[in-house]
């Protein structure tokens, strides 16, 4: 009834209705006609009632946006139907058409490239992961310098198999060939690199040895430069960690060459744990040799974050002589070294050394310590505060020097230890 002849109702056709109201007094208050505040503005001042019901859907009218015409787009009948068969919203439903074609535009942006890599997790199969992969061919090192498309490159790389990850091992090797523009400096670049280091490190870590031969070589060929850069260090210690043992050895080389370099570097230093943890004996002993030869390195190395862990781990690694020809060196600047906690846990660690022999220092039991700090940074080692075990109190040790020293706290000490504490936590 929304036509012009809405305003001429006859009062016969509203008798039923008006008997039936007062019969249901329920009925007759919903039915009844809107207010004059709420009266439609198309309908005229002195038209019934039934006209201004009529006139109120034609006045909301225009504020419909009216149905298109045109065809869907690609993709959203496939998306559409996803949703409802998962019964997600559109933002977290995803399906492999719907980007297809689109994976590089996508890469680019924060919430597109999210959106990828969910496809390639949720792919049914790996041709479905191999055919969005396959769209960033030709695309490697934009990608790989994209502050969002080196996740799409990570991921790409972990959820496809070895083999489909080719086509990035070859853009990168034939950068080198190139020199041109962006490309130059190849694989070295792409190690030094904030971005392209991580994806250097899941080609490493996913990829067939065989795949990675050229690539690894390239990195030994500048492996000095690496160990000491601030984001190379990452890719160098995955290589001590997915490496062949051929490949290993030859990096453990060139930092057994540069020791005395190496152990004074911050970023090298975590080089150096990592071929002291993964290396061949033979090599984690010449590496560890080289170190200690070189006077006061190991003290400087023991006083920092970062050596501090080379520092026990390359102790552990030296054969008897040397390791006593160590503990001498250090003891001879002990007061200095214990200046620091991660001395002081060194100092520690080389007495539980000193005073089992033969025995493995992970094996050893760990004791109450006297001071939190000797031990609250590192995981590695669970025996940084050892000088309580029995094993530790040879004549002549570290720990036994240690304890002769100690003074016992007086009664305000640990009062005056906990309100220093809860003051730094209030401010």
């Not at 919430?111 to 949720?122: K, Y």
Request: with cysteine.
């Amino acid at each position: 009834r929304a036509d012009g002849g809405a305003a001429n109702i006859a009062e016969g056709d509203r008798l039923p209705t008006l008997l039936s109201e007062q019969g249901n007094p329920r009925r007759a208050r919903k039915q009844q006609p809107p207010s004059s505040g709420a009266r439609a503005r198309g309908a005229p001042t002195g038209a019934p009632s039934g006209a201004r019901h009529a006139a109120a859907p034609l006045a909301a009218a225009p504020m419909l946006a009216p149905a298109s015409t045109a065809p869907p787009a690609p993709g959203c009948a496939q998306e559409a139907m996803g949703r409802a068969a998962a019964g997600t919203s559109g933002a977290a439903c995803l399906c492999g058409g719907s980007i297809t074609g689109r994976v590089l535009q996508l890469s680019r942006r924060p919430d597109g490239c999210r959106e990828v890599q969910r496809a390639l997790e949720d792919a049914p199969d790996d041709m479905s992961r191999e055919a969005l992969t396959a769209e960033l061919k030709g695309h490697v090192w934009e990608s790989l310098m994209s502050p969002y498309g080196n996740f799409v490159l990570q991921k790409s790389i972990a959820t496809t198999r070895p083999q489909s990850a080719q086509f990035i091992i070859d853009e990168l090797l034939a950068a080198r060939a190139s020199g041109a523009g962006a490309s130059v400096g190849g694989v070295g670049r792409a190690a030094r690199h904030k971005f392209g280091c991580r994806v250097l490190q899941r080609l490493l870590e996913y990829c067939r040895p065989y795949q990675v031969v050229d690539l690894v070589q390239q990195l030994l060929t500048e492996a000095f430069a690496l160990c000491r850069h601030r984001y190379g260090n990452y890719v160098m210690q995955h290589l001590f960690e997915h490496g062949t043992p051929e490949q290993r050895h030859d990096l453990a080389e060139a930092l057994r060459s540069n020791a005395s370099i190496v152990g004074s570097d911050p970023h090298a230093c975590a080089v150096l744990s990592k071929a002291l943890t993964y290396g061949a004996v033979e090599d984690r002993a010449a590496l560890a040799t080289s170190l200690a030869a070189q006077v006061g390195l190991l003290p400087r190395m023991s006083r920092t974050r970062y050596g501090h862990t080379a520092a026990k781990l390359a102790l552990q690694a030296l054969p008897r002589p040397a390791l006593e020809s160590a503990q001498r060196q250090m003891l001879a600047v002990s007061n200095r070294i214990r200046t620091t906690r991660y001395g002081r846990s060194v100092m520690t660690y080389m007495g539980c050394l000193i005073g089992a022999p033969g025995a493995d220092p992970d094996a050893l039991p760990p004791t109450e310590v006297d001071d939190f700090d000797d031990c609250g940074e590192d995981e590695d080692f669970n025996i940084d505060d050892c000088e309580e075990d029995e094993e530790c109190m040879a004549p002549g040790s570290v720990a036994v020097m240690r304890q002769s020293t100690r003074r016992a706290p007086t009664p305000a000490e640990p009062a005056a230890k906990a309100a220093s504490k809860m003051q730094a936590w209030s401010i």
